[in-house]
Nanobody, 120 residues
Framework: VQLQASGGGLVQAGGSLKLSCAAS????????MGWFRQAPGKEREFVAA???????DYADPVKGRFTISRDNAKNTVYLQMNSLKPEDTAVYYC???????????????WGQGTQVTVSS
């Protein structure tokens, strides 16, 4: 599985962005998908995940602001980010694996990352 993340950019605080992650292969629907982020000088952290059945999970800092979704017909997972804050600034990575949870080690495949910068 190859993953290609896109949609990052520069946005003012309070604004919105929608990230996309396109996957290759015909088995996308069988994978759990996750989004992680890494800010400069910090470790990679969990953001959101969605399993094969559409069950979602979110990290506490993004609950109520971010929404993860998937379109199996398009082999794509999305991350809608609203009410963005400067502390959301990071490189965002999508990941695929047999299980979707907060553990980065649970994922077998990773995208290249897309930069999100939120100005104050």
């Amino acid at each position: 599985v190859q993953l290609q993340a896109s949609g990052g950019g520069l946005v003012q605080a309070g604004g919105s962005l929608k990230l996309s992650c396109a996957a290759s292969g015909r088995t996308f629907s069988s994978y759990g998908m996750g989004w992680f982020r890494q800010a400069p000088g910090k470790e990679r952290e969990f953001v959101a995940a969605i399993n094969r059945n559409g069950l979602r999970d979110y990290a506490d800092p993004v609950k109520g602001r971010f929404t993860i979704s998937r379109d199996n017909a398009k082999n794509t997972v999305y991350l809608q980010m609203n009410s963005l804050k400067p502390e959301d600034t990071a490189v965002y990575y999508c990941a695929a694996g047999p299980n979707s949870n907060w553990r980065a080690g649970s994922y077998d495949y990773w995208g290249q990352g897309t930069q999100v910068t939120v100005s104050s």
